[in-house]
């Protein structure tokens, strides 16, 4: 067998690694590694000068393997695998070392340790590289269809712009009606918009498609597949019906916060949430005088979230209360006012002119609530004042945070997605790739991900349903080679790897009348589970596998034990 | 044992911890530069022979790093890790090796502080416990 050819490239990024580290001495190091052909640093690896110089060294010194030692995996792997690629290697070929995250930016005061610490990495690199093998990645077909689980507000956006690109959609909606809490909330703010018109707009979208598919009082009852193949159960009026899906929209939206009997919620008359208000100000009922206390049941230890929306929805219902009253008397008692961007905090400002008084309160002394003269009296020590001050009211308003619906954990169960402590959908990366889940083809919008306004579930909605039509529209999804597969002359069908396996991707089937574990790849996601749970070392994950993993450690004690003895 | 610089490997599976190892980075967080990480996909794919592996042939400590219990990328694996790491703990102390030269602990994509501290208190730990002496035994 002919011996791997591995190019070790060494980036300065500027200063950010070569300030710290001393990539010429690493280069050195590196060339006395096993299989190294060529070594080398650039400036910047990853500019278009550096990925350049890269393919060069590939074709002049007949590379086979390339090792990076840069920056993140996380972040610059697949410009540099294409780089290969392009080079003419395989791009499971390459193995990236990070020096910067983990070596450089982190050891900046001691450049010999940092210094020597990347020889090692870089040695480990080196060991893993020569072991990698080509891979060649797969694809698999996708439903041209999509799944919207929720019909809020966010939930209608997204499934509305999937039909308009001609996308088969079904919506899934638990109540009776689309619009979800937006139903409860006459009017949004701050431009006051009818929640109405703004619900029926995004409705007639969908009833003017024969592509769109809308499910009410119906839920998803079980989950199975993969990107580009999903199938659903919804669970409706009579039947149940089974719909597969290329993609995965999830808009299950909050709900409201009810208080457990703070401010004498429940015990005494007036003492309301803000959707209580709603209800009343959608009747006509004006308060004369009303109190809101912010922040109840958020921002504290155990929760302490903020949930962004309710001083607004404090401010608006405060101006709709002064502007149908202009003798009413509104007051907000809050933590610090959220009146987050251009138009919210015009409608702060709005809302003072108005008349409303805002009151900052503390922790330390939170607002009590008692009965005074047949109404209500909130005395809170006020702290811009340094006093205690009691105002008379015949409403108190409790704004309360949106909290995940109570079936949250259920359905991220079924869709086997994490969530947070509160029980909010964690997305992939809240930059890198916001709305979507780690779990490819699985996408997440509006309140269900963290406590959104209106606009921000539209948005959020319409950006789900950009990302999930990619796939859909591309008709073929590729499979990253780093799934496992199970070595047949040494497993010995005990089924550990099956029940190690959280995706049901791997079955015992028969082989040559012996039974076998076989890997679904598809169905496979890469965590290597079953390689570890696996008696027999019949397993192994393509890209991480054993022999690898021990290269690198052996790397790693040749290089830090034996050559500093 | 002032002069003695460990030799430690870490595995971070790389949605959780090794993300929260990058965001350290990224935040110049600082800490001693002992450790060398793997990543891996998941920690429940971490092969407890790597360990046994590690320690026997002189690495002074390793460290099994995964998500939170509950924020599994994979779901359910590090369900798997925290049952199987605390096992390999009892069987280095059955074989004689100190159960504190293998820590698991949880560091989120969100942590590059708890890394810092991770790091920072298991490089101390075994500093105090000075050199794995099967360094010693291998040479």
């Avoid at chain 1, 498609?209 to 159960?233: D, Q, Y």
């Avoid at chain 1, 309140?447 to 529209?473: D, Y």
């Avoid at chain 2, 219990?69 to 102390?93: E, V």
């Amino acid at each position: 067998m002919l011996m791997p050819r591995i190019g070790v490239f060494i980036c300065h990024c500027g200063h950010n690694i070569a300030s710290v580290v001393d990539v010429e001495k690493v280069v050195e190091f590196a060339r006395g590694l096993p299989n190294v052909a060529f070594a080398s640093h650039n400036l910047y690896s990853c500019s278009e000068e550096g990925l350049g110089a890269i393919r060069k060294s590939i074709e002049d010194n007949k590379l086979d393997r390339v090792v990076v030692a840069a920056c993140t995996p996380r972040t610059h792997e697949p410009l540099f695998r294409r780089n290969c690629e392009r080079a003419g290697v395989n791009k499971y070929l390459f193995e990236f070392v990070n020096i910067r995250e983990h070596c450089s930016w982190i050891h900046a005061k001691e450049p010999e340790a940092a210094t020597r610490k990347a020889m090692n990495l870089v040695a480990m690199g080196v060991a893993k590289a020569g072991l990698l093998e080509p891979q060649s990645e797969g694809e698999s077909n996708v439903i041209p269809a999509a799944l919207v689980i929720g019909g809020g507000i966010a939930g209608l956006a997204a499934a509305s712009s999937l039909v308009s690109q001609g996308i088969e959609t079904h919506l899934v909606e638990k109540q009776a009606a689309l619009g979800g809490m937006l139903n409860e909330i006459p009017v949004v703010g701050p431009e006051m918009i009818e929640s109405k018109d703004l619900i029926e707009n995004y409705k007639r979208a969908l009833e003017c498609s024969p592509k769109a598919h809308v499910h009410l009082s119906s839920r998803v009852s079980s989950l199975s597949g993969f990107i580009g193949n999903f199938e659903a159960t919804i669970q409706g009026g009579r039947c149940d019906e089974k719909v597969k899906v290329g993609a995965i929209i999830v808009a299950t939206g909050g709900r409201e916060f009810v208080p457990n009997g703070e401010y004498g919620y429940g015990s005494l008359p007036g003492v309301m949430t803000q959707l209580e208000l709603e209800r009343r100000l959608a009747r006509g009922e004006i308060p004369k005088k009303v109190v809101m206390i912010q922040c109840v049941g958020s921002r504290q230890p155990g929760r302490e979230l903020c949930s962004r929306v309710c001083c607004n929805a404090s401010i608006k219902n405060a101006i709709r209360i002064l502007d149908a009253d202009p003798n009413a008397e509104a007051s907000i008692l809050h933590r610090d006012i959220m009146s987050y961007g251009t138009a919210a905090e015009r409608a702060y400002k709005d809302a003072s002119e108005k008349g409303a008084k805002f009151y900052r309160y503390g922790l330390e002394k939170i607002p009590s609530v008692k009965r005074k003269n047949g109404g209500l009296s909130v005395e809170f020590y006020d702290e811009t004042l340094d006093e205690l001050v009691a105002l008379d009211a015949d409403t108190v308003v409790l704004s309360t945070p949106i909290l995940p619906v109570e079936d949250v954990k259920e359905i991220a169960k079924m869709l086997k997605v994490p969530v947070d402590k509160y029980g909010f959908f964690l997305e992939a990366h809240v930059k890198l790739r916001p709305v979507e889940f780690a779990t490819e083809g699985i996408f997440i919008c509006g309140s269900a991900r963290w406590p959104s306004s209106v606009s921000e579930c539209i948005a959020q909605g319409l950006a789900a349903a950009a990302k999930a039509s990619i796939p859909i529209r591309e008709g073929k999804v590729v499979i990253e080679p780093i799934t496992a597969y199970s070595d047949p002359e040494k497993c010995i069908a005990c089924g550990n790897c099956v029940l190690a396996c959280p995706y049901e991707a791997i079955e015992i089937v028969l082989m040559d009348g012996k039974r076998k574990a076989r890997v679904n790849e598809a169905k496979c996601k890469g965590c290597g589970n079953c390689v570890a749970a696996c008696h027999n070392d019949a397993m192994e994950q393509k890209g991480f596998d054993t022999r690898q993993l021990a290269a690198m450690i052996d790397a790693l004690i040749k290089n830090a034990l034996e050559v500093s003895q | 044992m002032s002069d003695f610089n460990p030799t430690i490997l870490a595995f971070c599976c790389n949605w959780c911890s090794y993300a929260g190892a990058d965001l350290a980075g990224v935040s110049r967080l600082q800490m001693p530069p002992n450790v060398h990480v793997i990543r891996v996909m998941c920690s429940a794919s971490v092969k407890p022979e790597y360990v046994f592996k590690a320690l026997s042939q002189g690495i002074d400590g390793v460290l099994v790093l995964g998500c939170h219990i509950g924020d599994c990328h994979y779901l359910t694996g590090n369900h798997r890790t925290a049952k199987r790491f605390p096992l390999a703990q009892k069987i280095l102390r059955n074989i004689g090796i100190d159960e504190r030269r293998l820590r698991l602990d949880w560091v989120s994509a969100a942590e590059g502080e708890k890394f810092q501290q991770v790091i920072t208190e298991f490089v101390a730990e075994i500093k105090k416990l000075g050199p794995n002496p099967l360094r010693e035994v291998r040479l």
